[in-house]
């Protein structure tokens, strides 16, 4: 039996050493494809390698994610899903489902995923920005509001987080606050002309018209610069 045994073990290895390196060479098309921008091909060298290994996490994520750049967002999120279920803990699997999710509409379903990515890594100040402009979605502004805060806190930089919050606080009459929110969006970063846009008019709204002229004019301008 020992004979026996040996050779079917050494067959085996010979098959698996065989399937990693056909798994290695469909790899090496994917990413050739995908950087070629042929988005269909990419993604069947990435079916190629899950029907050689179905628990390959990697090849679901990568397929999800170029599935995404063909706006097949439904195809991505089952992706994203049987990536989850091979591997529970990945807070980027839950994060991508999360986005996909956010495309189609899904607000809730979405922060459903950005809680998990919360749960799994807190100081993902980019998940508490997403969570809180679905919540924005479904007007819940107050938790919208309490979710930047967190980005905010997490990343004090984050312009965005405080654009958004900004935006918010404007919905609630809170124009005081929104104008010291654009106003750190805008000393963070000042190319960016939808800042202005939406500080110009909440200044022109509580009475200063000549500073939200201003604001208005320097909207125009990067509009212009940003077509150049």
Known sequence: MKPI???LLFIFSVVNSNSQTLKEEYKECALQKYNSRDFQESIAYFTKIIEIS?????AYNDRGLTKELLRDYAGAIEDYTKE???DTLNADSYFFRGMAKNKLADYKGAILDYKKVVELEYGNADAHYFMGLAKFEIK???GAILDFDDAIKIRD???NAYFSRGFAKEQLNDFKGALEDYNAA????ATVADYFLKRGNLKIKMGSKK???LDLHK???LLLSNKD
């Open 5 to 7: 045994f040996t050779v």
């Open 54 to 58: 179905p628990n390959d996490s990697t």
């Open 84 to 86: 989850i279920a091979i």
């Open 140 to 142: 819940v502004i107050g």
């Open 157 to 159: 930089t984050h312009n």
């Open 186 to 189: 805008i000393q963070i970063e």
């Open 211 to 213: 500073s939200g002229a």
């Open 219 to 221: 909207h125009k301008e």
